[in-house]
């Protein structure tokens, strides 16, 4: 077998496989821990989510765009989950009523998932958030 | 190997059949029921519905209550709408025009002279032939089909404001400032905070929706309810036997801007 230039060649596959195991050496070989998710005493007495926990942590966002839509274009305010029961639909009354300690529960998740901080909280009440911490300054920013 | 052409052809050909012919394939091609959940979705029980929701404002109850704005801060207060402080920002679900700037085209009539300066109370007319809904470019602003009300998705509103220079009655706003933010004097543009309601962030327009939250739940428009003259009556238009279908009549009403052909739902006893 022939490899022109293959000192050249060799090198750069060395360092082109140092740089892409950076974030491995850099955390020394270790994953992070899953942080621990916090329930409500509302959520715990409850029992369950609106639907089967590994539904929702999977297809929780997808479910948010289908309750916006029913509520907002459709005017279908009651939803009944697959596990029969029926409940409002609404993120702010509904989702954050029962998972209120969105600090200990999505922003944990969303934080060791990598997921960008979510507009919703734009306009949706976050319910560990007091007005006071809103836009500290004028409404320009 | 003995496999010329002419064969390979055949078996590809034989093989394709039977691979269509199969359920995933058949499944691909007409995609049927594969992930059906036994979810679903309805209207609230008690829910109040029309087919045309409407509004009639009886200024002879209004005009005598001479400064108040019951209606204006119930709405505002429930729906989070911010006060900016200053009138060229400002947020307007429900408001008072004079009546020369809300009824121009009956300005040289005698109905006119005494009215000139009164303040009626106006809010979105949710016409029948929307204007701002027909050139919103995303569908944020619609009208509901099951009722009629012109609302928004404020979702999807991208704050072209194209629905503000549609509108020929200013019931829509633009927010050029964060709701949430505060005036140059520290104070807050939202002085209460309704938690049941979300606020609106800056960049997007909003405006009277009817209410469609609360007839959700059973209850009146917020305006409505505040208003202890009883001079704002809600009702379906498409049914006979509704009470603004009795007070419209008995009284002459009129409506605003209607040769434009806009057919607006609110109708005002002057």
């Not at chain 1, 000192?7 to 496989?17: N, Y």
Request: net charge neutral; hydrophobic share 35%; glycine share 8%.
């Amino acid at each position: 077998m022939m490899l022109y230039d293959a000192g050249k060649i060799i090198a750069g596959l060395v360092i082109f496989a140092a740089f892409f195991t950076v974030p491995f050496w850099y955390g020394g070989g270790k994953t992070s821990e899953m942080p621990k998710l916090e329930l409500t005493a509302q959520a715990r007495q409850a029992g369950q989510c609106v639907e089967p926990k590994e539904r929702m942590r999977q297809d929780h966002m997808q479910l948010l765009d289908d309750w916006r839509d029913a509520a907002v274009r459709d005017g279908n305010r009651t939803y009944t989950s697959s596990t029969g029961k029926s409940y409002t639909v609404s993120l702010q009354n509904t989702c954050m009523d029962c998972h209120s300690n969105k600090d200990k529960f999505c922003d944990r998740c969303h934080g060791y998932m990598g997921v960008s901080q979510l507009y919703c909280w734009d306009c949706h009440l976050d319910p560990t958030e007091e007005k006071t911490v809103w836009a500290s300054t004028d409404g320009n920013s | 190997m003995g496999f010329d052409r002419r064969e390979f052809i055949k078996i590809a050909g034989i093989s394709a059949l039977a691979g269509l012919g199969s359920r995933a394939a058949f499944e691909l091609l007409q995609p049927g029921e594969l992930e059906a959940t036994s979810a679903s979705y309805a209207a609230n029980q008690g829910a109040l519905n029309a087919k045309r929701w409407a509004m009639v404002i009886d200024m002879q109850k209004c005009l005598p209550q001479e400064g108040c704005k019951d209606c204006m801060h119930r709405c505002h207060r429930l729906h989070n709408v911010p006060d900016f402080g200053n009138a060229k920002d400002e947020i307007k679900w429900i408001w008072k025009e004079a009546f020369a700037h809300a009824f121009p085209e009956q300005e040289s009539e005698y109905l006119a002279e005494r009215l000139h300066h009164e303040p009626f109370v106006v809010l979105c007319n949710h016409c029948a032939n929307p204007p701002c809904v027909r050139v919103c470019p995303t569908k944020a602003t619609f009208k509901r089909k099951q009722d009629g009300i012109v609302t928004m998705d404020m979702h999807r509103c991208i704050g072209c404001r194209f629905c503000m220079a549609a509108c020929p009655y200013g019931s829509r706003s633009f927010n050029w400032r964060d709701p949430r933010g505060r005036n140059a004097q520290g104070e807050p543009f939202l002085e209460e905070i309704n938690r049941e309601y979300p606020t609106r962030n800056k960049g997007v327009v909003e405006k009277c929706n009817f209410c469609v939250e609360r007839l959700a739940q059973g209850k009146n428009p917020a305006c409505v309810e505040a208003c202890r003259h009883g001079a704002l009556v809600f009702g379906d238009l498409a049914d006979d036997h509704s009470e603004v279908r009795e007070i419209l009549r008995e009284h002459y009403t009129i409506r605003r801007k209607p040769e434009l052909g806009t057919d607006p739902s609110v109708f005002y006893i002057v």
